[in-house]
């Protein structure tokens, strides 16, 4: 018979691979009672019991899973049991790592798609419009002119129906890849709105949300904004609002590259062979006041997102414009505007042909409608030019994929973030200084 001290051996040497396995069981937890039991015997995490293999389920018992599964309200007695049962692991598996006193870092258990947007009707459009301008220095004269362009479409902004068509593909891609977690949709201003998501998801059981910000750039408007809605809508929904993290910006990742470069040759492909080269390639984004372009990355990241894409395309001769300007002329905004600068471009160079690529917008919502599709169009017209304007990205695979992608970082363990150029990925939790408003717009997107 092995004696008592080779037993003993044996038992510790069982004891460091149930240990060794806990360890490498990482991404979910079974329920808030094995979370902290997992957090204080230093293991980040435990899959569901069902997936345990026999000696894992023992150590499951020995912390108290099996009895938070069966008596989920006795936590108290079972924390004591908890903190004995540890003491049985310490003997039996000698020198356990020291517990880490560090906060749990809860798991996300969904996705929220958050976004602008839209009226779907004529009826929608001033309200709509209220809630966008609510605070801000706007006469009424100019949301009516506003509202005028909605008109021109039937009062109906595509951007909600983009929205449904690219929730329903990255629902599918999430089954199919990967992480399988419950999407959520919420708006800043319109129907779903924000505080309307949250309270679902509360009702729902969600506890952490990562939010997935339908905007590649970094601004206010385009980031802290988005941020201050997220936490006003937490605090109309009160206790048991989810906490929700955003993604970065992503104006530099592989996939958003890629994508872009594929959007400019379908465009390009559009221009007869002969012609092709001579073709002018204009970048436009949204424009944003001077003051408030100084205190963020907006305009870096723009300029880099257009060079990453051109030198992928083989283009290296390239112009970056802003549309969509509001406010008195007197106040500085970023420029030039793309009408003004298709008029100079005509007079400096009489080009037979403009290809124009949206690559501050990611979908054919009113302001690339209107402003390019209606307004640079007349522009080039009546000037004589060849306009082609690239396809947004709307649900383009490798955007899809993109998202899929920043989730899942955020998500694992053992997160990849990729990013090209020498800027580097974009932080995941935004500093308390990051995007100031400087002077607020007075418009933002989808309001001209």
């Known amino acids: 018979m092995p004696s008592h001290a080779t037993a003993k051996e044996g038992s ?79 003997g039996l598996l000698g ?51 506003v509202a005028a362009h909605y008109d021109h479409f039937g009062g109906v902004s ?53 939010a997935l910000v339908l905007a590649a750039y970094s601004s206010y408007s385009s980031c802290r904004q988005y941020r201050e809605d997220i936490a006003r809508a937490q605090a109309e929904v009160g206790a048991g609002a989810p906490q929700v993290d955003k993604i970065r910006a992503f104006y530099n990742h592989p996939l958003f590259v890629e994508m872009w470069t594929e959007r400019l040759a379908a465009a390009l492909a559009k221009i007869a062979a002969e012609r092709r080269g001579a073709a002018e390639l204009i970048y436009c984004a949204h424009s944003i006041p001077a003051a408030m372009a100084a205190s963020c990355d907006y305009e870096p990241q723009l300029l880099e997102a257009c060079r990453l894409v051109s030198d ?10 802003y549309q969509s ?50 307004e640079a169009q007349a522009v080039c017209d009546a000037l004589g030019m060849n306009l082609v304007r690239a396809a947004t990205p709307g649900t383009h695979p490798k955007m899809i994929e993109m998202y899929r992608l920043l989730i899942e970082e955020r998500v694992g363990p053992n997160p990849v973030r990729l990013a090209l150029g020498n800027r580097g990925p974009c932080h995941d939790i935004c500093p308390e200084d990051c995007c100031p408003p400087g002077r607020p717009p007075l418009s933002s997107p989808e309001t001209k």
């Open 158 to 210: 595509p951007l909600n129906g983009q929205v449904r068509a690219l929730l329903a593909t990255l629902v599918a891609k999430l089954n199919e890849r990967g992480p399988r977690l419950p999407v959520y949709w919420g708006n800043r201003n319109w129907h779903p709105m924000l505080p309307d998501a949250l309270a679902q998801m509360r009702d729902d059981g969600v506890q952490r949300a990562i």
């Open 12 to 90: 510790r040497r069982v004891g460091q691979g149930i240990v060794a396995a806990l360890r490498s069981t990482l991404g979910k937890l079974c329920c808030n009672g094995l979370r902290r039991a997992a957090h204080r015997f230093g293991v980040s995490a435990l899959w569901p019991r069902a997936n345990l293999s026999t000696p894992l389920k023992k150590a499951f018992r020995a912390v108290g899973g099996e009895s938070f599964r069966r008596h989920p309200r006795r936590k108290r007695r079972i924390g004591k049991r908890i903190r004995l049962r540890q003491r049985y692991l310490n």
């Open 95 to 145: 020198d356990f790592p020291k517990q880490d006193r560090s906060p749990v870092s809860e798991p996300y258990d969904a996705v929220l798609v958050v976004g602008f947007g839209g009226p779907e009707g004529p009826d929608e459009v001033l309200p709509f419009l209220e809630n966008v301008l609510r605070g801000k220095n706007v006469p009424r004269e100019r949301m009516l002119e």
């Open 312 to 321: 992928a395309a083989g283009r290296p001769e390239w112009k970056l414009v």
């Open 325 to 374: 300007r509001s406010g008195p002329p007197s106040q500085p905004w970023l420029g030039p505007d793309v009408c003004d600068y298709l008029r100079e471009l005509h007079a400096a160079k009489q080009p037979a042909d403009v290809v124009i690529a949206p690559i501050g917008f990611l979908s054919d919502h009113i302001e690339v409608l209107y402003d390019l599709d209606t």
